[in-house]
């Protein structure tokens, strides 16, 4: 695996952390550590032959807090992913990610806040190797009653290494509405239109066949307009729970791409004995189109895959304020037309994390 990016991103990390600990006060700074061991049963996602293997991750996650003064404030959030496979080590990979941000509040009611995000993935055979660059600010208002409206704009690259099939840029904006109802009850609703642009060709229909449609490149670079609006609701009484619903239109001008999403998250976390907690995870998702040409969707590099359903339940047991085990079983699908791209893989982990 290559180590000239990570080695960037973690002498950018400590040169923020020595820059800011010499002459700051109030800085506030914490470590998160998890080591697990894993089993899964198709390590490929394959639809059928699948291979089962063991694999070991390491997780770390730093966080600083650091009030310049009391209208101006920086985050640094940087987190390095690892997964060592025992016997398919060409799945081997490393994810290096580093976000900063900068909050003002002296507007009275107002704030802005300006972030960006580096996303670095790196793997054994080097097949799947990309990196993700995010640039945001954001606009908020606080209202009485407890309501916050907020405005933001985005930028997205994603570079693929050896292959622009995946690559794109994208352009995002949008608001959302929030507003707490009582101590233990707050909803929030909002709307995104994204623009991305991807550097090749879109594909159009020249007819169809018995086996589907007849697919031609065109003289046109794809371009997909993205229309989402999200509803969600959290609830912090006897139990922490969170409800959300997604409905999207993606509108290409690439035959087979434009379809509509319907995604619902559900989660939940309740203490079930003296510092034992379960944890309770759905992500469920679902396509629809009126064009004959039932393939994925997604491309199906990032992590954040788009068509991947999901159900995850984790039981932790904390020993003290610092350190606990973790038990965990998740269970990952898809549901395509095509049933050649469908798969199911089931993951079963236990490990132990650190905080300090």
């Known amino acids: 695996m290559g180590h000239k990016g990570p080695s960037l991103l973690l002498a950018v990390l400590i040169a923020i952390i020595f820059a800011s600990h010499s002459f700051a006060e109030g800085l506030v700074m914490s470590h998160h550590i998890a080591v697990s061991s ?22 770390y996650d730093f966080e600083l807090h650091w009030p310049i003064t009391t209208n101006n404030l ?17 799945l081997d990979a490393m994810i ?23 996303k670095l993935r790196n793997t054994r055979n ?36 050896d292959y622009n099939y995946f690559d794109y840029w994208q352009r995002k904006g949008g608001v959302s509405l929030d507003k707490v109802f009582a101590k233990y009850l707050s909803s929030e609703i909002s709307y995104f239109l994204t623009e991305k642009h991807f550097t090749f060709n879109a594909y159009r229909n020249a007819g169809f066949t018995s086996y589907g449609p007849i697919l031609e490149e065109s003289n046109h670079l794809r371009r997909d307009t993205i229309h989402e609006v999200t509803a969600n609701m959290n609830i912090s009484y006897w139990l922490l729970a969170k409800f959300e619903y997604t409905f999207g239109i993606n509108e290409s001008n690439s035959y087979g791409d434009t379809y509509y999403t ?10 079930i004995f003296k510092d034992t907690d379960i944890h309770l995870l759905g992500v469920f998702q679902f396509h629809s189109s009126s064009q004959a040409l039932l393939i994925p969707h997604s491309n199906a590099i990032e992590e954040e895959d788009e068509n991947y359903n999901q159900a995850t339940a984790r039981l932790t047991h ?32 236990i490990g132990v994390s650190f905080k300090f």
């Open 38 to 59: 894993d089993y899964e049963d198709n390590v490929y996602e394959a639809v059928e032959n699948e291979k089962g293997d063991e694999v070991g991750r390491l997780f």
């Open 318 to 349: 904390a020993f003290k304020d610092w350190v606990s085990l973790e038990a965990g079983y998740s269970r990952y699908w898809s549901l395509y037309s095509a049933q050649k791209f469908n798969f199911a893989k089931n993951v079963y982990s």
């Open 126 to 161: 080097g097949l799947q190797d990309y990196n993700k660059l995010i640039l945001g600010t954001t606009v908020g208002k606080e209202f009485q009653e407890q309501v916050t409206l907020e405005a933001r704009a985005e930028y997205t690259r994603f570079d693929f290494k």
């Open 96 to 118: 290096n990610q580093i976000a900063l941000g900068y909050t003002y509040k002296g507007l009275e009611s107002y704030y802005f806040k300006g972030d960006s995000t580096f």
């Open 262 to 271: 319907h995604r619902f998250i559900i989660a939940a976390s309740k203490e």
């Open 74 to 90: 920086w985050d640094t959030d940087y987190q390095l992913g690892l997964k060592k496979y025992l016997h398919y080590d060409d």
